[in-house]
């Protein structure tokens, strides 16, 4: 009872410290009262600010630096959905299918905004990086990076950070490697090469529908790859 009755305290003190945080009271940058001070101004014990502040931190709300002070972070969509990729990278194998579903709804319109929202110098990188993935056809760690390029490159051009942060965490580097290592013993790098090009040609045209379109096939190639990997593990 007494561990609950912690626990309890602690997400006291966390939604306090949120409210203060989303009223504006303790804006992006700002820098919290010392501990006795926040936990009279809360009216929590210190105890259970000190767990909140824990909990916090490990959300990248808030970071504590020793001998300064605990401030709000930026509060960056990056920043705060870092953790993400973390928790994709602990789920089952039945559950990244469910992580698949999810890239095929956000990722294709993610492409189709970035067909009309990609620089000139964008569309180089791109260029590069796929006269790259040609290079390395056969070297699974190579495509791995290059992949990573490519789709990272396509989804900042959005100009939505939560958009990029968000696709980041569910594109993780493990769920890559297995379905790059699969097509490359299936001899079939080939085909997903292919569709980078097709994605490539319909931004290059400012083509929305058809980024969109291209897109959709290349996630469905990812995930009928993956779904034959993990069927036959």
Do not use: C
């Amino acid at each position: 009872m007494q561990r609950k009755a912690g626990m309890a305290l602690t997400d006291e003190a966390i939604t306090k410290i949120r409210a203060m945080i989303r009223s504006g009271e303790l804006p992006p940058g700002a820098r919290l009262p010392p501990e006795p001070q926040l936990a009279a101004q809360i009216g929590l014990s210190r105890s259970g600010v000190r767990e909140a502040v824990k909990v916090l931190e490990a959300a990248r709300v808030l970071d504590v630096r020793r001998g300064d002070g605990t401030y709000v972070t930026s509060l960056g969509p990056r920043l705060l959905l870092e953790g993400l990729g973390l928790a994709v990278e602990l789920l089952r194998d039945d559950t990244l299918l469910e992580v698949m579903e999810i890239r095929r709804l956000l990722e294709p319109m993610a492409t189709g905004l970035a067909a009309v929202r990609m620089s000139s110098d964008d569309l180089d990188a791109l260029a590069k990086i796929l006269d790259d993935m040609r290079e390395a056809q056969d070297d699974a760690e190579l495509l791995i990076q290059y992949d990573t390029a490519f789709h990272r490159t396509v989804v900042a051009a959005t100009g939505n950070e939560t958009l990029a942060s968000v696709l980041e965490g569910l594109s993780t580097r493990t769920v890559r490697a297995r379905v790059w290592r699969g097509l490359i013993e299936g001899n079939a790098s080939h085909i997903t090469l292919a569709e980078h090009e097709a994605i490539y040609r319909a931004l290059l045209a400012r083509d929305q529908l058809l980024a969109q379109s291209t897109a959709m096939v290349h996630v469905n190639t990812s995930e009928a790859w993956l779904r034959a990997i993990l069927s036959s593990t």
